[in-house]
């Protein structure tokens, strides 16, 4: 038998929440909060999509039963412990005394019903990622829930810091559909959590607003209403700052960092985070987007030779994307993966840039005077996306590729990568489970609908030594074993290329002098983590 326990750094975490509420005057405890940000959530049902904005909105109504710490370390949340008691079911043991935002108790029965009813009312960029190793649930009593797996499944208290707790009592009549669900959840109806704010309203693309729930489990929250105002456009988030109309923004633009920390009536935070670019090939015998230079058919996809791919490598200089596109608010990263996540590979470097390597590959390749592509990047939504395509598109032609620059904003760029209609992309991922499978077992893995795996692997890259790691770690229980397995995979990404990773994020908030904030590395701005200055 296998027994697992996951409650490292809780003893830190509660020291450090403890230290931050003491510090919390009690003139401070009527304040309110208002948050600037650049996206907002899509619906208030939790359930609804995966997307890392519309989690973080929710996080402050809703509360997970394992939550993930400022470095994604996993942590204490409705549950106050978790163990394997053998390879299929774990044991979640509830926290007591737990009070919903109407009064009423939580108990294992709303587990259950949040897990189950997750597949039913998932909308786009479904959350069904977090619950698809899960076969069944067992109540065992009131505060004791058993969750049976599909088979060995080391990594579910990760995928349970997505696992949202609703009332089972208020949202019993909004679960059927993903818009029966977002009707009862947007009008307030069923929208009651156990987290640390209640929901007030929400207005799509301008506000949530938010009141603190003095019945909180984890203690009283500083601020008495939070107001999280969506601004996308960065020059006008900026700008409200500086006017004092907003007391804290998240994501400023590179550009403006240097000013803002001249600036005697601010304060900005910088912070690593899970986020990075990285670029994506396609594996299909026609892509669609690929020809020769005069626009006729190419006699074969070029992307399915490895000289090609490592051609395309070679000729990305990585520092200056940090240095310069993304103007010093970027890291060189190796992996899909940043090395505070389990799984993290050490011993493999990012490529050096090297041009003239690069031409001679494409020429031994049979592309001696390159080829024509069009290259697919966000324009907004994570900082610097459009100036690093922009210059990974320059950087390219230096090797005779002709590239043409397709910058789209995210409401068109994921819809057309998920219909196949790209053939070379950049985009943003973050590991937000702090575990490397999670981005393995959904950008690299062949395509395996009945495996629940490769879900974002639309590009028909399939390598069949890739696919046994990746399952070898989701099943293994021993966290060493599993570790290697997963550090091979990440080897092995980095050898056949069929993504180059290309460099994380450095994110920055800036906010009034008399507020501090906490960051995280998952780029969560949560009102949890903020606390009026001492």
Partial sequence: MTILTTISGTLRTVALSTALLGSVSGAALAADLTIGVRAGPLSIDPDFTAAGTHAEAMK????????????????????????????????????????????????????????????KVAGPNPTTIYVRRVKSTEIVDAHTIRVKTDGPAPTLPNDFIRLFIVSHVAA??????????????????AAIGTGPYKFVSWTPKEQLVLQSFDGYWGGKEPWDKVIRKEIPNDAARVAQLKAGQVDLIARIPASDVP????????????????????M????????????????????KNPFLDPRVREAFDLAIDRETITEIAMEGMGTVQSQLVTPNIFGYNPDVKAPA?????????????????????????????????????????????????????????????????????????????????????????????????????GAFNIRNYVNP??????????????????????????????????????????????????????????????????????
Avoid: C
Wanted: no cysteine; proline share 5%; hydrophobic share 35%.
């Fill in 353 to 453: 840039w090297d041009v003239e390597k690069a031409k001679a590959l494409l020429a031994e390749a049979g592309y001696p005077d390159g080829f024509k592509v069009v290259f697919s990047f966000t324009n907004d939504r994570l900082p610097g996306d459009k100036d690093a395509g922009t210059t990974i598109a320059q950087m390219l032609t230096a090797i005779g590729i002709q590239v043409e620059a397709n910058s789209q904003p995210g409401a068109v760029y994921f819809p057309a990568n998920t219909r196949g209609d790209y053939s070379l992309t950049l985009s943003g991922w973050g590991t937000l489970t702090g575990e490397a499978n999670y981005t393995l077992s959904s950008l690299v893995h062949s395509n395996d609908p009945a495996k629940k795996l």
């Fill in 259 to 278: 000013t803002l920390e001249t600036d005697s009536k601010l304060t900005i935070v910088r912070q690593d985070s899970v986020y990075l670019f990285n």
């Fill in 172 to 189: 019993k009549d909004y679960s059927d559909s993903p818009e029966k669900a977002s009707e009862g959840f947007n009008s307030g109806k």
């Fill in 280 to 299: 994506a090939f396609d594996f299909r015998e026609k892509p669609p987007q690929v020809t020769a230079k005069d626009g006729s058919p190419l006699p």
């Fill in 60 to 119: 402050h109504i809703f509360d997970s039963l394992v939550k993930s710490g400022n470095n994604l370390e996993l942590e204490p949340g409705l549950a106050t412990s978790w163990t394997a008691i053998d390879d299929t079911t774990w044991e979640f043991k509830l926290r007591e005394g737990v009070k919903f935002h109407d009064g009423s108790d939580f108990t294992a029965e709303d587990v259950k019903f949040s897990i189950e009813r997750i597949p």
């Fill in 465 to 534: 030594e890739m696919d046994k790691l990746i399952e070898a770690a989701g099943v293994e229980m021993d966290a060493k074993k599993r570790e290697k397995f997963l550090m091979d995979a990440n080897a092995l990404v980095a050898s056949d290329r069929p993504n180059l990773a290309i460099a994380s994020i450095v994110s920055a908030w800036g906010m009034k002098k008399t507020i501090t904030i906490v960051p995280r590395s998952d780029e969560d701005t949560l009102a949890m983590n903020i606390r009026p200055a001492n």
